[in-house]
């Protein structure tokens, strides 16, 4: 903890001395200079409209009835947690991300960036969902399909690029407080500041409550718990300009995350210090190089389900992850826009868990599990500019290394009961995607694109077992890299002003797919599977008529298994957590200045928890409201519902025993801006 108040402190003043060195700049420069920083990356290239793609502003990101950045990204087709709970009520090692309704076994599938640097945690590939705050972004871009480009080796089912706002969209001071019906509470406040010709932001944001019972009435035991939850965090930004054509960008997130699921003394936790810096320069090189830092923790206590005592403490799981990318732009005319660049990241951690008797208490073994992965990549994009159409092609090479990798396990007296030194692997692959759109005519916009994608395994696929209990999953040291191929075409219709429509039709592959394989009712064991194919229909609809808005986003996804020629019986079987159908549509009503009146209602059709095609999840239909209405000055009242209709969301079903997702939840409260 001492390290991470280190680091958030370094952060802090980066983020106060750069805009001071800006205010110097432009004090000096200001009569021979015009300065603009944006504190964005460089601008978006001319092959965006060829990839299949959707743009989520602020006026969106706010208006969600739980406050949560999982329900934000929920109103997105395609897009899917592992698991149906949110980030208050589910352990936080199974927050992967995917798109495409690819599944999975909790690790992320999906790229997701912040202001240009890499999110997932560095051990489990899972995604602090609690530490980023809706009311910091200022939009998202959500591209599905294989990535290329900085960081295009994790992004296997496509890219998620969340843009945080600056200091003139945010105002000088907002905050906001809540409370709803069960007395839990929500807390935000942000501060920015222009400084010259830069800006610093400090942000923060407390989350904490008794939380709901995930158990069924008819279930509940007297060790039976409420999903408690109490998480902070801190984020902290500065951007000031160098030159006339190069800004400095640099950021800082501090965050703690402590919840309880299913039991008293199920308790887990999650902590992590970030820190990044960027430079971007817009001049005739165009340029964007970045480097950061991660530092995070995990633990987690597993309660027995039939006994009701610890089992076992994964008390630490300390990890580090670094990384940086360089992107050069030549100036090689008009029509072309060449991005030439290397990017690198490597994830180090270990596992220090101890593993009690049911019956006893008593200590029976002490485990440790780690290594390190890293992956370094070489790519060259360019987009090509015809007229009316535009050509787009990428290609990777990545040099992938997992190395240092160990399970070892003793008994209580220290005697060696099992050990595994896996061998260091390396290997080099290819990536590409290419894609093409051609602007028909003012209202259509035709676009194809095919790509290849690659997915390094985790530390926690490779050498991590867990435990649900009675069910253990077993690491797999040997498992090799995923790789995707797909390809896709849509159209893009304007058919008068304020209507925007997308299809898009997809048939994506993962070979060498990693899930959770059930080898007996309570084993079962990391494994590639042959493959993973995922073809199907993606939709979106948009209507702006000044004081009213609506967004229909629709996903249909024929997923299923591939095992020709596996030693499991699971050729055919839709994935595990993988519905067919996802929909999602909002409605927003401003009817005068300040007033927001939203309405969401989201369908997800049924899910199998198992790879067997067993215990089954059903299909579940939510409403969501949001209402901000002005009240004096700068304040407004704030009033939220979750679930409205108090539909039981199953997440959770082995042999029976049901986890329940959130319930019909009232806020209330009040905000304000300046």
Excluded: C
């Excluded at 400090?202 to 998480?231: L, N, Y």
């Amino acid at each position: 903890m001492r390290y991470h108040i280190l680091t958030a402190s370094l952060l802090l003043s980066a983020a106060i001395a750069a805009p001071l060195h800006a205010q110097d700049v432009s004090e000096e420069n200001k009569r021979d200079i015009q300065i603009v920083v944006t504190g964005e990356g460089l601008e978006d290239t001319p092959a965006i409209p060829a990839y299949s793609s959707v743009q989520l502003e602020r006026e969106d990101i706010e208006t969600a009835a739980s406050g949560r950045i999982e329900e934000v990204l929920g109103s997105v087709a395609g897009f899917q947690q592992f698991r149906r709970s949110d980030s208050r009520s589910s352990n936080p090692s199974a927050q992967g991300v995917t798109l495409r309704a690819l599944g999975g076994n909790a690790t992320s599938r999906a790229l997701v960036l912040l202001d240009g640097v890499p999110m997932a945690d560095p051990f489990f590939g899972y995604i602090p969902l609690s530490a980023i705050a809706p009311e910091r972004l200022d939009s998202i871009r959500v591209t599905r399909g294989g990535g290329s480009g900085p960081f295009g080796a994790g992004a296997l089912a496509g890219t998620i690029e969340l843009r945080s706002a600056d200091a003139d969209t945010l105002g000088p001071f907002n905050g906001a407080l809540l409370v709803n019906d069960r007395g839990e509470t929500e807390a935000s406040a942000t501060v920015a500041q222009n400084l010259g010709a830069g800006f610093a932001v400090v942000s923060g944001r407390w989350d904490r409550g008794k939380g709901f019972f995930t158990t069924p009435e008819d279930q509940r035991v007297p060790a039976s718990a409420r999903a408690a939850f109490d998480s902070w965090s801190i984020g902290m930004r500065g951007v000031a300009p160098l030159t006339s054509d190069i800004e400095l960008q640099a950021r800082g997130l501090v965050f703690n995350d402590q919840r309880t699921l299913r039991f008293d003394g199920a308790d887990s936790s999650s902590e992590g210090a970030d820190a990044s810096i960027r430079l971007v320069g817009r001049g005739n090189w165009e340029f964007d190089a970045a480097a950061y830092l991660q530092s995070r923790n995990f633990s987690n206590v597993v309660i027995s389900s039939t006994r009701f005592v610890r089992v076992l403490d994964q008390r630490n799981t300390p990890s580090t992850g670094i990384g940086g990318k360089l992107e050069v732009r030549p100036p090689v005319g008009r029509d072309h826009v060449l991005r030439i660049g290397a990017d690198y990241r490597r994830a180090s951690g270990e596992l220090q868990e101890e593993a009690y008797s049911a019956f006893t208490g008593n200590l029976r073994e002490r485990r440790r599990a780690g290594g390190r992965t890293s992956d370094l990549g070489l790519f060259v994009e360019n987009d090509w500019t015809l007229g009316d159409v535009v050509l787009t092609g990428g290609i990777r090479a990545d040099r992938t290394n997992i190395e240092n990798g160990f399970f070892r396990a003793v008994n209580a007296s220290g005697a060696l009961v099992s050990e595994t030194i896996a061998p260091d692997r390396a290997d080099w692959t290819l990536s590409y995607r290419a894609g093409a759109a051609w602007q028909l005519n003012d209202s259509v916009n035709l676009r194809a694109a095919a790509y290849r994608g690659l997915r390094l395994p985790t530390l926690n696929e490779l050498y991590r077992p867990f435990v649900i209990f009675p069910v253990v999953t077993q690491a797999n040291a040997a498992l090799e890299n995923e790789q995707l191929e797909g390809f896709e075409a849509g159209v893009d219709l304007t058919p008068a002003e304020g209507i925007r429509f997308s299809l898009t039709a997809f048939d994506n592959r993962v070979e060498n797919a990693i899930a959770n394989v059930t080898l007996t009712p309570t084993l079962r064991q990391r494994q590639n599977l042959p493959a993973i194919d995922a073809r199907g229909v993606e939709g979106n609809l948009s209507v702006d008529r000044g004081d009213f808005t609506m967004n229909l986003s629709a996903a249909y996804t024929d997923a299923a298994v591939d095992g020709q020629g596996a030693s499991i019986a699971l050729d055919g079987n839709r994935p595990p957590q993988t519905p067919e159908w996802a929909i999602s549509e909002t409605v927003t009503w401003r009817p005068a200045d300040g007033w927001v009146l939203s309405a969401t209602v989201r369908y997800i059709s049924q899910q199998f928890e198992s790879d067997q095609e067993t215990d089954e999840l059903p299909a579940v239909t939510t409403l969501g409201l949001f209402a901000e209405i002005p009240v004096a000055g700068p304040f407004s009242l704030v009033l939220r519902g979750e679930n409205l209709t108090d539909e039981e969301i199953v997440t959770r079903n082995s042999n029976g025993a049901i986890d329940l997702g959130v319930p019909r939840t009232i806020w209330g409260g009040v905000k304000i801006g300046f």
